[in-house]
């Protein structure tokens, strides 16, 4: 039995090293910093002077296991549980579960690490230079090819970039990289980026669905359609095989991949075979038998993988915040103060540990301990029920209201904060309703407005605009506490929100996310963060990696496991 | 009737296949093109409307394309029911072998401690969850023993011997967690109102043998009901490859309508339910025949 975690234990996390770690990540553009400085040597080591003071991250057994010759056997086959995607084609897939496979077939134009930092040695631009704060300059690698056999040029990258950002793809990621007004390619290797506004979150976009790079030869024999069952135009360290949807996909080797790791070409594998198991028990059943090498794990089973000999349990910190969001145009929760009292009856303290066994951690805020703008100094409310009280009762609410909320069905975390919650706000005399519903019918459902308030989770992006922009700037992707009439949020919200992303000084947008922050969670109480959610993925110890198991947004990355020699 | 049912049942559910498919708040596209989509898709027309244009198609044998896959029903179709049926079919064999041999020998043995164990045994059978069984013969034969893989699934086509091993464990599950109990049940109890019968006396009297009696006497006429039971534990088994597929990982009819029902894609459930529909009709049109070729009395009439 072994159990370690991916990430910095938070209580272990200060600001400084938060701040720290993100000095490449949050991008120090105002200086027109070069952040990609690789040169033309494909085999660059990671290096830590681009990311200075880095707090150490704790060894996970494969992810961080350090990969020194022997121990690591060129060649064989694993097999992994993963979501299965709907869509393999980066430019028109939607669900958050398909990058884990997307980043097998594809690589990035502008990659990140595990904790968010963009890395030269990880992105098919192996340079990049902020010119102005609306101006970047990429340099692409050398000898990159994808695997149709075509070459990677500045040309494709303009193509794949403007298919993103051309409305008739009704691509997800036109929004995250909308501020491109225009790409210039002065020659074969330079793409210039010129942005119709600064945005210091762009370049951790592209290292997300925007910019993964596709062969224009397969995109346009294949087309866009076509392309998302058969996706055979990535550069990524596997080339697809077979897709049997409702059973596996099966990738294999590209012997020409451009990166390699401590002198050796990767990947390490032959094979990967990533298997779609939908049930978690049977999933866990896999892993005992060694018929998965690695999958996930739920917070139920946790005890079995980390009682198992052969097995081993890798946890990424604050990979969701678990929160309950509310309807603001609803007759209760129209009145801040009665947003208020729900946060100040939510014991968030009793939720972990009767949820998580413990293992997670109250919420502060939106942001999660794994994000560089995280701030274990937000001042969050915490369980006061008389306060909650009080302030239901100012609002007009006293005992006897009832509360109408909506979650998802077949989910035990929910059913179970919904019954503590339900139990907090019966003590004080309010009665929440639950409604549970459909994953996929829920958002719509909430979007009628006849709900007061929705459970739901949101995973967390790798530029801290992701989560907090898409959640809570008015008419955002995802902002389930707007008005479903007016589709609002707050206007001097929105403002600091949008000011945050043009801010390229790392300590001023930081702070600028701390304010919007305390103004999301205490003064409008958009929404009521309970806890931290964490991924855990379960390791049959015949397994290694090369690099971290999880990325920045703690999604699992597979590209560098091998089978121990 | 079973299409109009389904087209009122799925607009009641809610949520919305654009939706689901392009994200939650269709933010990926805008107005107009949503509007396309649903235009597309026919979602823009009152409910009737969709059913029409959707029978009038389906006269074509085009049973639409898959918002969710972007592929036609079809041809998924075409995947994924030779799956479902090799896996309902070993079922149904396992079913027969087991219920058979144990239906006669609890008619036989008739109040005794053997006929209470095996009522006992199918009582089991169909009060227990398909679910947890199939947990707990993962668990057992795949986890502990290893005999059997826990996930996977390998074609009659690709490779017989191994298609025997990745079906076996779903088969068995499906087998024993019903339509076994359910023939055994049946046969029982047709066979101890036969063995009651002048003719079966006669038989005996005559000197007999009493194996022959039961067999030959006794079986063949309590075949009738228990061939009606055998078409009901069919339609049982393709309903209840929902369960089975989702525990076995098995890329089937059944894992392919709850997938389709998650994510609103109407044209796929509308096919898988259709199917279903066609194959029960047929089943039930065989089990006619069949009562003709065992009973001539009825292929006279």
Known sequence: ???????????RLTRRKVLGSASVGAVGLATAAIIGCGDDDDDVEPTQETTPGQSPTAQTPGADTPTKGPSIRTGGSIAAVVSEPAD??????????????????????????????????????????VVSPTEIALTLRDGVKFHDGTDLTAEVVKYNLELILDPATASVSRGQISPIGSIETPDAKTVVLKLTKPSASLLLALGDRGGMIVSRASLE??????????????????????????????????????????????????????????????????????????????????????????LSVNTFVGASTLQIFMNRNSPVFKDPRARQALSYAVDRESMVLAITDGRSQPALGPLTPAQWAFDPKLPAPSFDPKKAKQLFEAAGFGSGTTIKVLTYAGAEIYKRQVELVQQSLREIGITMDAEFVQTGAVYAEYKKGTHDAAFSGFSI????????????????????????????????????????????????????????????????????????????????????????????????????????? | ?????????????????????????????????????????????????????????????????????RRSV??????????????????????????????????????????????????????????????????????????????????????????????????????????TAMILRQLRAALIDVMRQDYIRTARAK??????????????NAMLPTVTVIGLATAHLLGGSVVIERVFNIPGMGRLIIDAMNARDYPVVQGVVLVITVFVVAINLVTDLTYAYLDPRIRLR
């Open chain 1, 88 to 129: 393999l084609n980066p430019h028109t897939g939607i669900s958050g579960g398909e990058h884990q496979t997307l980043w097998l077939i594809h690589d990035n134009l502008i990659a990140y690490d595990e904790k968010s930092v963009p890395r030269e040695d990880l992105s098919l631009a192996k340079q990049w230079e």
């Open chain 2, 74 to 179: 079809t041809t998924i179709l075409k995947e994924r029911i030779p799956v479902t049926l090799q896996i309902s079919g070993f079922a149904l064999l396992l079913s027969v072998v087991l219920a058979a041999p144990l239906g006669v020998i609890a008619a036989v043995k008739h109040n005794s401690v053997w006929d209470r164990l095996l009522s006992g045994f199918a009582l089991a059978g169909v009060a227990m969850p398909a679910f947890w069984l199939g947990l707990l013969l993962l668990i057992l034969f795949s986890v502990k023993l290893s005999w059997f893989p826990v996930t996977g699934f390998t074609r009659l086509t690709t490779d017989p011997l191994e298609a025997l091993r990745s079906s076996f464990l779903p088969a068995l599950t499906a087998a024993l967690g019903g339509t």
């Open chain 1, 461 to 565: 992006r790798a530029d801290p605009h992701g989560s907090l922009g898409e959640e809570f700037i008015s008419k955002g992707g995802f902002a389930w506490s707007q008005n479903p009439a007016t589709f609002e949020l707050e206007p001097d919200v929105d403002k600091l929100l949008t000011e945050a992303n043009q801010e390229y000084d790392l300590t001023k947008r930081t702070a600028l996310y701390r304010t919007a922050q305390d103004k999301i969670i205490n003064e409008y109480a958009m929404a009521v963060c309970m806890y931290y959610g964490n991924t855990y993925l379960g390791q049959n110890q015949s397994i290694g990696a090369t690099s971290s198991l999880f990325g920045g947004e703690g999604k699992p990355r597979l590209a560098e496991v091998y089978l121990k020699g």
């Open chain 1, 221 to 310: 024999s294949k087309g866009l359609k076509d392309y998302a069952v058969a996706p055979t135009g990535g550069s990524g360290a596997f080339q697809f095989e077979n897709w049997v949807r409702n059973s596996n996909l099966k990738l294999k080797r590209n012997p020409n991949y451009w990166r390699t790791r401590d002198g050796q070409k990767l990947p390490h594998l032959d094979n990967l075979e990533l298997k779609f198991i939908p049930e978690a028990a049977v999933s866990l059943a896999a892993l005992q038998a060694s018929e998965i090498q690695i999958g996930p794990v739920s917070e139920e089973d946790l005890k079995i993988v980390e009682s198992a000999k052969d």
């Open chain 2, 1 to 69: 009737m079973v299409t109009i049912m389904l087209f009122l049942l799925m607009s009641f559910v809610p949520g919305d296949p654009i939706t689901a498919r392009y994200g939650m708040d269709g933010s990926s596209l805008n107005a107009e093109q949503e509007a396309a989509l649903r235009k597309e898709y026919g979602l823009d027309q009152p409910l009737p409307v969709q059913y029409l244009s959707w029978v009038r198609a389906l006269i074509t044998g085009d049973l639409g394309d898959s918002i969710q896959q």
């Open chain 1, 1 to 11: 039995m072994e159990r370690t975690s991916d990430r910095t234990s938070p209580s």
């Open chain 2, 207 to 220: 000197g007999v043998r009493a194996r022959a009696v039961v067999v030959r006497h006794g079986v063949r």
